[in-house]
Antibody, heavy 119, light 107 residues
């Protein structure tokens, strides 16, 4: 079955960086894009960006210059690194797979990774 | 960016009630509109894609319609497990954007 398993919770200080991983299994890695979405405590969902299996990326404007999305094809793992953390980056970060047929919806999600930024 | 606006932001309903949530896009998104359900402490789950297609495994009491800028999600008869927050999301153009969510609570 399709699974996206994310790395564990992180606590970081302001100004630090965090790198969240998302290991894919149960499907052909090369056939699906991965998107990253975050959710601040008690808030809605915010789209951060995407990466395709070839490694091409697209980021939301507000994260440009601060986020890097990568993938390791040998381990079927995707990564999202966010630099220059502020208190406002405290959130649960999700990876999610895009369906292959219409490439228009997120059909499987990781369990989420809580990143807490605190001084 | 395309803005997505849901209404209401929250509602109270009873088991068995019919519930409708609306989502409006700031510009046409054709049928590139999806609905997700999220329960506390859990990742969102896809309910509806392409404005009206039911995701595999989702109960038929969920339905949706719309195109262009106006969309609706309907729950024909609320079950206890349907109390959750619902989000619309457009995938017509990046950045993909979500509505602010509609929390369905027990009356």
């Amino acid at each position: 079955q399709v699974q996206l398993v994310q790395s564990g919770a992180e606590v970081k200080k302001p100004g630090a960086s965090v790198k969240v991983s998302c290991k894919a299994s149960g499907y052909t890695f090369a056939n699906h894009y991965i998107h990253w979405v975050r959710q601040a405590p008690g808030q809605g969902l915010e789209w951060m960006g995407l990466i395709n299996p070839g490694g091409s990326t697209g980021y939301a404007q507000r994260f440009q210059g601060r986020v890097t999305m990568t993938r390791d094809t040998s381990t079927s793992t995707f990564y999202m690194e966010l630099n220059g953390l502020t208190l406002e980056d405290t959130a649960v970060y999700y990876c999610a797979r895009v369906d292959r047929s219409a490439a228009s919806h997120l059909d499987y999600w990781g369990q989420g990774t809580l990143v807490t930024v605190s001084s | 960016d395309i803005q997505m606006t849901q209404s209401p932001s929250s509602l109270s309903a009873s088991v068995g009630d019919r519930v409708t949530i609306t989502c409006r896009a700031s510009q046409s998104v054709s049928i590139y509109l999806n609905w997700y359900q999220q329960k506390p402490g859990k990742a969102p789950e896809l309910l509806i894609y392409g404005a009206s297609s039911l995701q595999s495994g989702v109960p038929s009491r969920f339905s949706a319609s719309g195109s262009g800028t106006d969309f609706t999600l309907t729950l024909s008869s609320l079950h206890p497990e349907d109390f959750a927050t619902y989000y619309c999301q457009q995938s017509y153009r990046t950045p993909w954007t979500f509505g602010q969510g509609t929390k369905v609570e027990i009356k």
